[in-house]
T-cell receptor
Framework: GIQVEQSPPDLILQEGANSTLRCNFSDSVNNLQWFHQNPWGQLINLFYIPSGTKQNGRLSATTVATERYSLLYISSSQTTDSGVYFCAVVSSRRDSNYQLIWGAGTKLIIKP | EAQVTQNPRYLITVTGKKLTVTCSQNMNHEYMSWYRQDPGLGLRQIYY???????DKGDVPEGYKVSRKEKRNFPLILESPSPNQTSLYFC?????????????FGEGSRLTVL
């Protein structure tokens, strides 16, 4: 099945820094979403971005579907950005059952 | 407000005591699914439903049942919970039956089985 790899696995930054998180996937996808899981376990939808570029405030994302990767940019980090960031994809295969296949996540810690 | 609502959010129970985790969405979505999240194993799909009265197994269906009697609700039933079902559970939904579209997640239900 499709594989999803995220890097880096861990990232520690000072408040105000910028960061780039990467997601590589091994096959064509119909869906790619970025999530933030906060320390209370809630999954927060950041972007639905199977292709192209989107921006939402300090966050932006780019997916280059032909090259099978996506990037999540966080600018001017705040302590509330801490948590785990997941990339998840749905394979284009017809038998995918629209199941999201998840990367292992990037654990981000923002220090004040 | 468009949302997926799960209840309970937190539950501690004992082995063998039947429980139901409810999931309701107010977006008229056709597709709904359940995931569990475990350390080191990530999120795995338990069951999914393409529409009313249509359900099917995901990767880890053992020990769970679901029903889809109406479009908005997709309860997850643990007939006889066991400690290995201690986990963080998420319900998700999306519009349409096509193989595209954004999945919207509930806030999660943290279940502990003693």
């Amino acid at each position: 099945g499709i594989q999803v790899e995220q890097s880096p696995p861990d990232l520690i930054l000072q408040e105000g820094a910028n960061s780039t998180l990467r997601c590589n996937f091994s096959d064509s996808v119909n869906n790619l979403q970025w999530f933030h899981q906060n320390p209370w376990g809630q999954l927060i939808n950041l972007f639905y971005i199977p292709s192209g570029t989107k921006q939402n405030g300090r966050l932006s994302a780019t997916t280059v579907a032909t090259e099978r990767y996506s990037l999540l940019y966080i600018s001017s980090s705040q302590t509330t950005d801490s948590g785990v960031y997941f990339c998840a994809v749905v394979s284009s295969r017809r038998d995918s059952n629209y199941q999201l296949i998840w990367g292992a996540g990037t654990k981000l810690i923002i220090k004040p | 407000e468009a949302q997926v609502t799960q209840n309970p959010r937190y539950l501690i129970t004992v082995t063998g005591k039947k429980l139901t985790v409810t999931c309701s969405q107010n977006m008229n979505h056709e597709y709904m699914s359940w995931y569990r999240q475990d350390p080191g194993l990530g999120l795995r799909q338990i069951y999914y439903s393409m529409n009313v009265e249509v359900t099917d197994k995901g990767d880890v269906p053992e020990g769970y049942k679901v029903s889809r009697k109406e479009k908005r609700n997709f309860p997850l039933i643990l007939e006889s919970p066991s400690p290995n079902q201690t986990s963080l559970y998420f319900c998700a939904s999306k519009p349409g039956r096509a193989n595209t579209g954004e999945l919207f997640f509930g806030e999660g239900s943290r279940l502990t089985v003693l």
